[in-house]
């Protein structure tokens, strides 16, 4: 099945919803137009849909695979790596002092949506190195940065980001691989990371891996954690390659979905240690690590959006080509799209999309925004509410490329559930995405105990505040097209507003009871985001006077997934009691 990268959708929603405009020609950004950026997505989708759709196919059969101690990646990946980081791709975010090309984090993210739906285990390499580049511009020291940026930039050296052990998922504190200082100031790094992606393969000639460990005299718990670059080949000082370090992966992971992808164990210290740098501060590593996770939670975030785009775009094509039964008013036998049930299947398939989209660039593009502000105020005010939407992008996206994944496999019928179609491809490769780079709940967690109170609830307020706007504002437009949208959207707004309060209540009175509510409510919260970014892109449309296919999609939106939130506000407030009386139930 082919794919077609949704330039001018997402050109539209980063010109007219995103503020592109605002930094567009400033500052850093003095180079950048809309023209540069419709160029840039045209050549991204290109790639995407000419060099590396046609791969994903056979790459899912055929799997990485471990061989001698070497993880040999499917046939065309090591070829098409090279393409892609030839193109200057994977140095298109990334800061031009080191080679990169420094365009915004949401033309960036725009460009990995296109590559991870022409193939999501491919895109998990770039993702990883946008992360490690991120981590060490931000925290490591001069020497480090001159010997691992620009090469990480390019792309010739790829990132691994190494936070879990068996023991060790989301609750970090029980980290265990150890670091001990040496008398040249480097670290001996010595324990077992596993599902580590790309921690070993053939597509770059060194990886850099960053690695969290915990010295002897570390305190317990996150506080005690501190981050080390670790290169799989040491690195001599004329910047060639020198002795192998002392770091090797033991196994791959048979997995679910992105079988292209090498989840490896890797084993530090067979030989007394690997060879380890600091990055940043002793003990402080896990706020350094969470500069690369911040971004790469919105990466995840895009990849659910990348695999909904996909499989909207194979179920749109199938529901034209397969005919069965005869719709309402028909006379023949009808294509399966004209179905009402399975337009309903097809425009949930379509919304999610988009709204996970639109959720992920305004992520990006408040990046961007605390990026590029003139003032510290402003960049601020522009951190905190990416730090607001972050979990939100990863969760609702994520769980949006699920739930379009597996109505996909729906569309299809039978066939869906046949692997040649590709459709089972697609709901087998989403299911990650809500695991990794902290799961969903956890991410949940972080949005009602972290977020929601930020700046004493103001950051919130902003966000609700424009939202309530969006809904006015399409009341006013008295459009017809637009049926109950503006009701539907006030009455989410109402839902996430109640909500937030209970929750903020539930938090000081019970932390069992807000959490219970957690995902409900970040689900609530993606309701809104998405039915009101939808609205707002759909407004901007009527102005242009284009076709209303937006109007469509933000209707569809409000009218059927928003009106889930009163449900899911009775959830929340009032589900927690029965969570809480749930353990005789719980019989394993
Ligand atoms: C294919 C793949 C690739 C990966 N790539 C990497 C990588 O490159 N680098 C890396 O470091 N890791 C990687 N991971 C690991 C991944 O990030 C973890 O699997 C994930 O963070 C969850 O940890 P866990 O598997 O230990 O699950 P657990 O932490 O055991 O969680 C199990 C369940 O319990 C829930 N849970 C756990 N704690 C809490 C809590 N406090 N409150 C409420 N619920 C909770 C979780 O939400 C989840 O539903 C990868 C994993 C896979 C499968």
Redesign the pocket.
């Known amino acids: 099945m082919t794919y077609r990268a949704p330039v001018s959708e997402t050109l539209f929603f980063l010109e007219h919803c995103t503020g592109l405009n605002d930094i567009a020609g400033k500052g850093e950004q003095a180079d950048l137009s809309l023209d540069l950026v419709q160029s840039v997505l045209e050549e991204a989708g290109k790639f995407a849909s000419e060099r590396l759709a046609p791969l994903n196919r056979k790459a899912d059969q055929i799997g990485s695979k471990l061989v001698d101690g070497k993880v040999v990646t499917p046939p065309g990946w090591k070829e098409a790596y090279q393409d892609w980081i030839a193109a200057g791709w994977n140095g298109l975010g990334a800061p031009v002092e080191y080679g990169g090309q420094g365009l915004p984090v949401m033309v960036n993210m725009a460009a990995f949506e296109f590559l991870s739906s022409a193939a999501m285990s491919f895109g ?1 390499c770039p993702l ?1 190195t946008f992360g490690a580049v991120d981590a060490l511009e931000a925290h490591g020291s001069e020497a480090l940065k001159k010997t691992y940026l620009a090469k990480l930039v390019s792309g010739e050296w790829n990132g ?5 052990e ?1 023991q ?4 970090l504190a029980n980290l265990r691989t150890k670091a001990v200082k040496q008398s040249d100031g480097t670290y001996k790094i010595s324990g077992t ?7 070993e393969h053939d597509m770059t000639e060194n990886i850099v891996h960053l690695v ?1 460990a915990r010295l002897p005299d570390a305190p317990a718990g996150t506080k005690g954690i501190s981050l080390f670059l670790v290169p799989k080949f040491m690195v001599n000082a004329d910047g060639s390659l020198g002795k192998r370090n002392d770091v090797r992966c033991q196994s791959l ?1 048979h ?1 679910l ?2 079988h292209a ?1 090498p ?1 490896c164990v890797m084993v530090y210290g067979d030989e007394g240690g690997a060879t380890g740098y600091i990055v940043g501060e002793e003990n402080k590593g896990l706020a350094c690590m969470f500069t690369m996770m911040n971004n790469a939670r919105l990466g995840v975030g895009v990849q659910g959006v990348a695999i909904a785009e996909r499989a909207t775009q194979q179920a749109l094509q199938y529901s034209r080509d397969r005919k069965q039964g005869r719709a309402p008013g028909a006379k023949e036998t009808s294509p399966i799209g004209d179905h009402p049930d399975v337009k309903r299947m097809l425009m949930t398939m379509r919304a999610l999309t988009n709204a996970s989209r639109a959720i992920c660039l305004r992520t990006a593009s408040a990046l961007d925004r605390a990026h590029n502000a003139g003032d510290p105020a402003a960049a601020k005010i522009a951190h905190d509410e990416a730090s607001l939407l972050t979990p939100v992008a990863k969760s609702f996206s994520t769980d949006a490329g699920i739930e379009a994944a597996s109505i996909g496999v729906q569309v299809h019928g039978g066939m869906g559930f046949i692997e040649e179609t590709g459709a089972a491809q697609h709901m087998r490769d989403a299911r ?1 995405a809500a ?8 991410q949940a ?1 972080d949005l009602i105990t972290r977020k929601i109170g930020l700046n004493g609830g103001e950051t919130l307020r902003r966000v609700m505040a424009e939202y309530r706007n969006t809904a006015s504002e399409v009341a006013k437009s008295n459009d017809p097209a637009f049926g109950k949208t503006a009701q539907r959207l006030n009455e989410t707004i109402d839902a996430l507003e109640r909500a937030t309060k209970y929750m903020l209540d539930a938090l000081n009175r019970d932390q069992a009871e807000a ?1 219970a509510g ?1 995902t409900p409510y970040q689900k609530l919260f993606g309701l809104a985001a998405g039915g009101s970014y939808l609205a707002q892109a759909a407004l901007a449309e009527r102005v242009g006077g284009a076709p209303a296919s937006r109007v469509a999609v933000a209707r569809f939106f409000a009218e059927n997934l928003c009106t889930q939130a009163e449900g899911l506000e009775s959830t929340i407030t009032e589900g927690a009691a029965s969570v809480a009386q749930s353990d005789a139930a719980l019989v394993a």
Request: charged fraction near 15%; proline fraction near 3%.
């Open positions: 998990l990883l691994t980001m190494q936070l879990t068996p060790a998922g989301s609750d990371k596993i599902f580590i992606t790309y921690g969290l992971e997995k979905g992105i992808s989840t990650i695991i990794y780079e902290g799961t969903n709940g956890i967690i959490l957690a």
